[in-house]
Structures are given as C-alpha cells and as structure tokens.
C-alpha cells in the first residue's frame, strides 16, 4: 500500500478505534488503573510519526480526571467516527463481495446489469469513489477534532 494511501487508513483506523480505546480506558481509571489507562490513551493519540497529536511527551500529560473528562467531552465526535467508519467496513465488504451476497437473487435489473460481471464492476466502483470521499472528508474531519480534543486535554501546563 502507498504511503498516500495508509495515511487515510491509519487515520480511520485511530477514529475508530477512539470509543472503544476511550471506553477501556474510563474502565482501567474506574478500576484503579490509572497508568494504564493513560498508557492506553496516550497509545491512541499516537500520530505514528515518532510524535504525538496530544501535548504530553509520555503518559504525563493523562490524568485519571483528563482520561475521564477527554471520554465525556469525546462521546459525540467517537461515537460519530465509530459509526461512520463502521458503515465504511461494512459496506466495503458487501460491496466488493457483491456476487457472494446476491448471486441467487434477480441481479439482471441491478446496476449495471444484466451479467454478474458487470453488477459487481459498478457495485464496486461506485463504493470505492464513495469511500475516498467518506475518507478524505468526514472521517478526516472527525479525526481533526478527536485530534484537537486530545491536545487540549492532555495538555502538561507547559505551553
């Protein structure tokens, strides 16, 4: 895969992965396990560049009340990038399986019809130009903001 292309990935893959990240994390500070759960969320603020989106050079920058704070503040913009991408996956797997899914049915009338080939050719066409889009901008943008509100939240003090 080109660096161009796993540059969006990666950034879905983190947007996704936020709820169920910020969630676990909320668990391990309840439990008591509050390095745990700032090594959790630190690990997720990650960029992948050897830096980090958030202020803190380590775990110091994620308290127990900012682990907490940044899952309630979070919730709307996680639970948004949950779904949207969750959408993505799913509908890449029906899409580009097509002829798994739909080869006993009437396929003749579908999109690009009347041969499997040429109903599967458009199905996953068309998914792939709308998952560039999905990509590019609504997660892209839910990312910024996760990104934004991990920055906020984890930071030190130190400007």
Do not use: E, K
């Amino acid at each position: 895969m080109s660096p161009t292309a796993r540059t969006p990935v990666r950034t879905a893959a983190r947007a996704f992965l936020a709820l169920p990240c910020g969630l676990a994390a909320v668990a391990l500070t309840l439990t008591g396990q509050r390095d745990q759960a700032a090594r959790l969320r630190n690990r997720l603020t990650h960029d992948g560049t050897g830096g980090m989106t958030g202020a803190g050079t380590g775990a110091d920058g994620w308290t127990g009340s900012r682990v907490l704070g940044r899952a309630v503040l979070g919730l709307p913009l996680d639970a948004a990038a949950f779904a949207l991408v969750g959408y993505a996956l799913f509908n890449t797997v029906r899409n580009l399986g097509y002829p798994i899914w739909y080869l006993d049915t009437d396929y003749h009338q579908a999109w690009g019809g009347p041969t499997m080939a040429g109903v599967w050719s458009v199905h996953a066409a068309g998914w792939l130009l709308c998952l560039a889009v999905l990509l590019h901008w609504p997660v892209r943008w839910l990312a910024r903001g996760q990104s934004a509100l991990d920055r906020r939240t984890a930071r030190t003090g130190a400007r």
